[in-house]
DNA sequence: TTCTGCTCCTGAGGGC
DNA sequence: TGCCCTCAGGAGCAGA
């Protein structure tokens, strides 16, 4: 599933691979996949023929490439959402809904999506953070990133410690996946209420945050299957080195016990019931 | 105002 | 073999 390491995995290859180049045809076969632009699919290509792309940038799980017009391709991929760099005569993904053709001839951009979750928009106002995600945080390999502020603004919400880390208006870039293997690292249970932790556990949780997802992101992010691959159809390879994380019933890395597996918020949640300990009640 | 939980969506996998 | 059910989860929205 895309979070901030496999984002920016993709981010560095769209900077490679279209900067600089210009649209010559876009074609959009899924309304689905471009839903966020209101303007519909047709004011979403004509905006884009004969645009240069002038750059390619995130944040959080968020892309948006800048072109020459001031607007703004805004990306977001969901669960499954791919940005795949491809030539023109490679056969069509089975769920292949946005496919961009340059003026040079050369390879083309195209947004795949199993499960529709994600999609394209096209963001004009030309701000330097398109105002579509003004609301979304900063993450935290963001050099500007607030570490004490974080901590502050996390201990005032009266929530659970992993809902905090999955809020996106309070720290950007993790998802369910790195959001377990960091709580597992920091030895907190994700159900710990967070007005009740000091600051030195919040800073130590962010140290582990980072440690994750620097390394995930050296590995070219996690692949379960085939849905996380970076603009080339390469999946990363992080998952072996996932501590809790769909690891029920294998033994904790540290204590040995089997790592437990339980609902949380329509999802699940992995950890070790000896190390992270659950809240009282 | 803040927080919680539902909904969208598709394919894999398991059970019958 | 085919059908049905469950599971996976990011983000927006409605309701408490």
Not at 34 to 62: E, P, S
Not at 221 to 233: E, H, I, P, Q, R
Request: charged share 25%; glycine share 10%.
């Amino acid at each position: 599933m895309p979070e901030l390491p496999e984002v920016e995995t993709v981010r560095e290859g769209l900077a490679r691979w279209v900067v600089g180049r210009t649209i010559g045809e876009v074609n959009v076969a899924h309304p689905r996949a471009v839903r966020r632009h209101l303007a519909g699919a047709d004011d979403f290509t004509d905006a884009l023929v004969g645009r240069t792309v002038t750059g390619a940038r995130r944040r959080g799980k968020y892309l948006w490439l800048p072109l020459d017009s001031g607007d703004a391709i805004l990306c977001h991929l969901g669960m499954s959402g791919q940005m795949l760099v491809q030539p023109p005569d490679a056969p069509a993904e089975k769920h292949l809904h946005v496919r961009v053709d340059f003026t040079d001839g050369g390879r083309q951009l195209r947004f795949v999506d199993q499960r529709t979750f994600g999609g394209l928009s096209l963001s004009r106002d030309g701000a330097e953070l398109p105002p579509e995600i003004a609301h979304i945080a900063r993450d935290p390999v963001d050099p500007d990133f607030d570490d004490e502020a974080f901590v502050a603004a996390l201990r005032r919400k009266h929530t659970e410690v992993k809902r905090a880390l999955l809020d996106q208006t309070l720290i950007s870039g993790i998802g369910n996946i790195y959001a377990d293997e960091a709580l597992w690292r920091a030895r907190l249970h994700g159900r710990r209420a967070t007005h009740k932790l000091t600051r030195p556990p919040v800073r130590a949780l962010l140290g582990h945050v980072r440690d994750v997802l620097a390394e995930a992101l050296k590995a070219g992010g996690t692949s379960f299957d085939a849905l996380y691959v970076n603009v080339n159809g390469q999946s990363g390879y992080f998952d072996r080195s996932l501590n809790a994380y769909g690891r029920a019933d294998e033994p904790c890395g540290r204590c040995g016990t089997p790592i437990a597996r339980e609902a949380f918020m329509n999802r699940s949640s992995y950890f070790c019931p000896r190390c992270q300990r659950r809240p009282a009640s």
